[in-house]
């Protein structure tokens, strides 16, 4: 069975940086992509990042270009969204997803595991 453990999630204030983490059990983790996905109050899931099998491959939302990075670390099964420059706007539950591929994919469709979510809450 596959696991997906988020940790990191926080309260914090307007301009810091946070990173978290996502623990994968249960799966071979090197030979899938991987995904960030976050849903705001009120709002849809909407696509963060993705990363390739090997980290080779990055994609990311136009709205957190510049101030987010994906990475993964495959010999410890686990991925991580680094947060730079948060903004209030940020505020949401953010889930790591597992995809079915080895690429990049920004369409939820293109995961199937996803973890329980960590709360992200930015404060002006």
């Known amino acids: 069975q596959v696991q997906l453990v988020e940790s990191g999630g926080a309260l914090v204030q307007a301009g810091d940086s946070l990173r978290l983490s996502c623990a994968v059990s249960?799966?071979?983790?090197?030979?899938?992509?991987m995904g960030w996905f976050r849903q705001a109050p009120g709002k849809e899931r909407e696509f963060v990042a993705s990363?390739?099998?090997?980290?080779?491959?990055?994609y990311y939302a136009d709205s957190i270009k510049g101030r987010f990075t994906i990475s993964r670390d495959n010999a410890k099964n686990t991925v991580y969204l680094q947060m730079n420059s948060l903004k209030p706007e940020d505020t949401a539950v953010y889930y790591c997803?597992?995809?079915?591929?080895?690429?990049?994919?920004?369409?939820?469709?293109?995961?199937?595991?996803w973890g329980q979510g960590t709360q992200v809450t930015v404060s002006s």
């Open positions: 249960g799966r071979t983790f090197s030979r899938y992509a």
């Open positions: 990363i390739s099998m090997f980290g080779g491959n990055t």
């Open positions: 997803a597992h995809a079915s591929g080895f690429r990049t994919r920004w369409e939820e469709s293109a995961y199937d595991y």
